[in-house]
């Protein structure tokens, strides 16, 4: 189960550093309008962590506190899919693990996390973000669903 684990997370870190390069070389002279009013692909460099946490830091610290917490958890999930004893607790942890390298990747290359998805409507606006970010929402959402609808199951 855990080269299972691996693989998903490689998977992840490989679309994320695609889709952000892609995102890099071709947004280069503005946004491009998926859906008129709801959904646009803009780039965003992002110093800080979700919701813009730590912004106001000096960068050195700044990034020091993020590579930090982003390198815990990768070690974090790394154990725990070694522990885990199911394939829906192993997607969950791949899915985090996959998107916190590749948010890492970028915050080590960079000092910044390159974000280009944009969800609004009418003056409405999600915080921008990535393959990365969406991969770690996925997983914890996963997590939270085993926990709480599947505490007691055997292995499924």
Known sequence: MTSFGMALAFVVLVA?????WL???????????????FVDLVIVHNVGAAFGLF???PSAWRVGILVGVASLAVVLML?????????WSVT?????????????????????????IH???????WPVFNVADSAIT???GLLLWE???HAGDAQS
């Open 16 to 20: 994320d550093q695609v889709s952000k």
């Open 23 to 37: 995102a890099v070389h071709t947004l280069q002279q503005g946004s491009l309008i998926i859906l008129p009013g």
């Open 55 to 57: 912004t106001n830091l």
């Open 79 to 87: 154990h725990l899919i070694r522990q885990a004893t199911n394939y």
């Open 92 to 116: 969950a942890l791949a899915l985090v693990l996959g998107g916190a390298v590749g948010n890492l990747v970028d915050r080590l290359r960079f000092g910044w996390v390159v974000d280009f």
């Open 119 to 125: 969800l609004h409507w009418h003056d409405l606006s």
């Open 138 to 140: 996925l997983g914890i």
């Open 147 to 149: 926990h709480f609808f």
